[in-house]
């Protein structure tokens, strides 16, 4: 922050020159770097090896300057990255896509030399004449048409549409490939901004919502400058963009923490009546999460939806909403509580590392049918379980324990794809059936908050791994339970349960995988009567040919069944 404050006169200078949406180009009218014309293989990804130059670098503030020619679909941005790091170096770089022309490049207010920085394949390598000694102000000064998402919100970048009466609808959605499609950034899982300033100016009939707490709205005769701040790090993909001429229904949500924070929904003009219904869905998913989770994470901000020309995404305290107000059979709007279950699971808690993206997706799906529970009870919940087993793929380990691309992740064939959603709620639900409710939520509250017990204005937003996971279940329930995730996380086939029936009993054998161990429990019901076998060592019952035998009456263990697959096909 003080790098920050230090500028603030160039900063304004700036502010000045974007609003005005022109191109700015150095004292020779010549632009300092050329732009590509399409994103690079290493602008498309997100994640993976750390570049040298960004490794043990963190991002303390970002500062964001964006203007727009809506006509052109050009953006003109101005970003200020306070970087820190335990020891100086040689170089310093951010990650931008090279689609922009680079306008000018600062480290601490100082103008770096063409030749001093390159941007070829999109990152932006900045070698000065000295060692870059930290904590450092970069800034980067670019213009450019960003790259068009093909489909969003799963490939990424900045739309660029339309709303129904013809009104410029600007949003972003860069999770696959990345914060470097529209601002410089280091495009890690790590390189999340501890807390950002972020100045949007549109012509004054649009609205700019985006993270945070809105500051203040600056407006001249023809546009408006929103200044948006954040107080919490944030996802680097979780920064948006959203531009629109909204309408905004606000309330104040009174937690049962005692504490109170507002709830926001910018939508579109023409749908008042269905905007008002969906926002009234989230008090009682605040309260559905307060009470199974914990506190909501940024009750100092906000809990924002806006509406999208996508589906959805989880953008922290402005989350994207295009779902058309559908609501399901089980009398809510998935993709509401999905997005907003982020909130905890990937905004809140971050991975450390893409590989570990099931934190955010799995746990993230669980609490649809945790919701279902909590309004309809045992069969919604099962109900809504049974639809997501029909989804599993079970090709590749959710985790594979080395540095993941989000498209190695997420991409069929490549990595476990919607597995780390549907087997990972399914993995959940398993996991509560072995230790029980108080330790299973126990450990989920911990993962987020540090604590089994938080409050708010008490924690930080915190990055966890699957290890994370693992010994805080092993610490919290006094055994090693790692067995449990070694064949349901790291490997990507189910266990079978083998069953042998004959005229006086029943055998059980679970059939694992590379013969790991796996010593789960099983509940068969004869003739209505439960009983929980101790597998391996106690695997059978007593069964007479007329008893009506059912293994896993109410369906707790995720493992291989015949009828799933035979239902897929």
């Not at 090896?49 to 052109?72: C, M, N, T, W």
């Not at 951010?94 to 390159?118: C, K």
């Not at 009546?273 to 559905?288: H, V």
């Not at 476990?416 to 709620?425: E, H, N, Q, V, W």
Request: net charge negative.
């Amino acid at each position: 922050m003080e790098c920050i404050r230090a500028w603030q006169g160039l900063l304004l200078s700036t502010a000045v020159a974007l609003s005005a949406c022109t191109t700015t180009q150095s004292s020779n009218n010549t632009p300092v770097a050329t732009p590509g014309e399409l994103s690079t293989a290493y602008t498309l990804k997100s994640g993976g090896e750390i570049p040298r130059y960004q490794q043990g670098v963190s991002v303390e503030h970002a500062e964001l300057h964006f203007a727009f020619d809506f006509d052109k679909q050009q953006l003109f941005g101005n970003t200020i990255l306070t970087l820190d790091a335990t020891k100086p170096a040689k170089a310093v770089s951010v990650d931008l896509d090279s689609v922009f022309t680079i306008d000018g490049v600062w480290l601490n207010g100082e103008a770096i030399e063409p030749e001093q920085f390159s941007n070829q394949q999109g990152e932006l390598v900045i070698t000065p004449t000295n060692k870059v000694n930290f904590p450092v102000s970069v800034q980067v000064k670019y213009h450019g048409h960003p790259r068009t998402p093909p489909n969003a919100p799963w490939d990424g970048g900045v739309m660029w549409e339309k709303t129904p009466d013809g009104a410029p609808w600007l949003a972003t959605a860069v999770q696959g490939e990345g914060c470097d499609l529209f601002w410089p950034c280091i495009d890690q899982p790590m390189g999340e901004p501890k807390t950002a300033d972020i100045y949007i100016t549109v012509p004054y009939n649009l609205v700019a919502a985006s993270n945070g707490v809105l500051v203040e709205t600056t407006s001249t005769a023809n546009e408006s400058t929103y200044h948006w701040q954040t107080r919490s790090a944030h996802n680097t993909y979780g920064i948006a963009l959203n531009i629109a001429p909204y309408e905004k229904i606000e309330d104040t949500y009174q937690s049962i923490y005692g504490n109170s924070y507002p709830i926001v929904y910018y939508h579109l003009p023409g749908n008042t009546e269905q905007a008002q219904a969906l926002f009234d869905e989230i008090p009682a998913m605040l309260t559905f999460f307060e009470r199974m989770i914990g506190p909501y994470p940024f009750a100092d901000e906000k809990v924002g939806v806006v509406q999208t020309p996508h589906l959805g995404m989880e953008h922290q305290t402005i989350n994207a909403y295009g779902n058309e107000y559908k609501k399901d059979e089980f009398g809510f709007d998935w993709l509401l509580q999905h997005e907003f279950a982020h909130e905890y699971f990937g905004n809140q808690v971050t991975n450390d590392n893409w590989d570990h993206m099931w934190i955010h997706e799995g746990l993230g799906s669980y609490m649809q049918p945790l919701f279902a529970q909590y309004l309809h009870g045992d069969i919604a919940y099962k109900a809504y379980l049974n639809n997501q087993r029909k989804g599993l793929i079970n090709t590749h380990p959710i985790v594979s324990n080395k540095p993941m691309e989000v498209e190695e992740v997420y991409e069929k064939g490549v990595g476990p794809a919607l597995d780390i959603y549907y087997k990972g709620s399914w993995i959940m639900h398993s996991l509560r059936y072995l230790i029980g409710d108080q330790a299973f939520f126990d450990s989920v509250t911990t993962l987020l908050y540090g604590t089994a017990s938080p409050q708010p204005g008490q924690f930080t937003t915190v990055y966890r791994n699957t290890g994370d996971f693992i010994k805080l279940v092993n610490e919290l329930t006094g055994e090693d339970f790692s067995w449990f995730f070694d064949v349901y996380l790291y490997q990507p086939r189910l266990p079978e349960l083998h069953q042998q029936r004959t005229s006086d009993q029943l055998t059980l054998t679970w059939l694992v995988p590379d013969d790991l161990p796996f010593p789960m429990p099983v509940e068969v019901a004869v003739n209505g009567k439960v009983t929980t076998l101790q597998l391996p060592a106690e695997n059978t019952i007593k069964v007479s040919e007329q008893d009506v035998v059912i293994v896993d009456p109410n369906s707790k263990l995720l493992r291989f069944e015949a009828r799933y697959d035979a239902a897929a096909k």
